[in-house]
């Protein structure tokens, strides 16, 4: 899993994709940004950050590692690692 250095003004959101019945995955997903800083206040496209590998047999267990690599990158308290 890539370690990346996060600032606490990066837009991060988590989400849990079910790609096989039964097999969710934990998605990482950054806002990006095209430099129109009047274009991106009205629209808000994520790109893929990082990903879970492996499946996890329900979405809650997803969603909670998924948590617990944002606690990992950010800090238990939202700070940067």
């Known amino acids: 899993m890539n370690r ?3 600032s ?10 079910e790609l096989e019945a039964g097999e969710f995955y934990w998605v990482l997903m ?9 274009e991106n206040d009205r629209r808000h ?3 893929p950050l990082e990903a879970a590998h ?7 267990n ?3 590692a998924g948590v617990a690599v944002m606690r990992r990158l950010f ?3 939202g700070k940067t690692a």
């Open 30 to 38: 950054e806002e990006a940004t095209d430099g129109d800083a009047a």
């Open 75 to 77: 800090g238990a308290e």
């Open 8 to 17: 606490p003004s990066r837009n991060i959101a988590l989400t849990v994709h």
């Open 54 to 60: 492996d499946p996890y047999a329900s979405y809650s």
């Open 45 to 47: 496209v994520y790109v």
């Open 62 to 64: 997803a969603l909670v």
């Open 4 to 6: 990346l250095s996060m």
